[in-house]
């Protein structure tokens, strides 16, 4: 009987692996702030996958192990005592809950019903399904010359209608870290909700100094931040999906806690806009952070900003590339002297690679599956697709 499933079992893996043969395989992207896990974390998703942390009374331990997940971002993230959290699933949801909280802080506390939240044009598109969501006003502020949010035009564009800003700790398309502390100054000084979304700078930024790199100060360091989003599938290497977020203190949560009267525990009070959440992904950050801990983290961190600089100086040996901005963390941006993004990325994708165009320019990540054979390999294709071959 049991060798009988075990051939269905076979089988039916055998049928899939088939179905996503021509998936692309990790090796050849570029483009994804995602990682292959490893394989402690695979064992996991398998063993656990019938977790529910939206039903928190049946798996009191799970839920502890999402509090230590959460002390461990927190205090990655400088948060003062009095912090709430939870885990989301990823920088989207952990975006829109920031908006929110800020949303119902203005109504409450300076009765403005829709107002206007002062965004970075570099902001991900998340605050604009979040804009829609909530039904509130958003105004784009221009970059400055380090791509970073203008703070003079933030300055300008904040009036009596105005009741948030966010700043992005590892925008997207260049991985800058907005000035936070400028943010922060300015949120203090006319009583705005400041949101960071960290969804990807939040487990890099930390790391930096240690590895003798500059680090910006982007967390609850700032008196006017009152939320972070962190992700746990993107640097760190957790299970999808798996985001958080912190908000300095109880009260910012009182729009979103909801209870829930059905469930086991039906003092029960949920913080996110998903109700049924994957236990497995928490047990997976559990483990990177808890067991594996900082040396885990720091060895990331320090492996793809070697090798972020080693794509660099590849890409700096060739005439007709020019980077747009010098990496400060594992995004990197390039164009092409003689040919167009879109038809260089058109080539290099005929040759397997997947990579972005972002904004003028073609978007890297360099992710822990990133290595530097795979950079030579690129850039030998890269040189091809200069030179005129197909
Ligand atoms: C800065 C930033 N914030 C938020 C997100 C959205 O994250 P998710 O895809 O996990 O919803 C991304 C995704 O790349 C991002 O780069």
Sequence with gaps: MQKQQANITDKIIAEISELLA??????????????????????????????????????????????DVLAELASLLNAPQGWVGTI????????????????????????IQKGTILLPLSAHVSFEKARDILDVKAKWIGLDEHFQMDI????????????GIVGIAGTTGTGVCDNIKALSDLAEDHELFLHVDAAHGGTIFPFLSELGLSAP?????NPGVKSIGVDTHKMMGGLIPGGSIIFREKTYT????????????????QLTVTGTRPGNSVIASWVLLKKLGREYMLERVRSCMENTAYFVHQLEQLEEIKLPFQPTINIIGFRCTSIANEELAMNLRKKG?????????????????VSKETIDLFVADLKKSIQGER
């Design 353 to 369: 690679w997947a990579l972005s165009i972002y904004d003028q320019w073609l978007r890297i990540v360099v992710m822990p599956h």
């Design 217 to 221: 100060s982007f967390a609850f360091e």
């Design 88 to 111: 989301t699933s990823g920088g989207s949801e952990s975006n829109l809950l920031g908006c929110w909280a800020a949303r119902h802080w203005a109504r409450k506390k300076k009765k």
């Design 22 to 67: 021509n998936e692309k395989s990790y090796q050849h992207v570029l483009s994804s702030m995602c990682t292959p896990p490893k394989d402690i974390i695979r064992t996991i998703a398998g063993l656990f996958a019938e977790i529910n942390l939206g039903d928190p009374g049946l798996f009191p331990k799970a839920v502890e192990m999402e509090q």
């Design 254 to 269: 009182e729009a979103i806690a909801k209870n829930i009267s059905y469930l086991s525990d039906s003092s029960t009070q």
């Design 152 to 163: 003079t035009r933030v300055q300008e564009a904040i009036t009596k209608d105005t009741f």
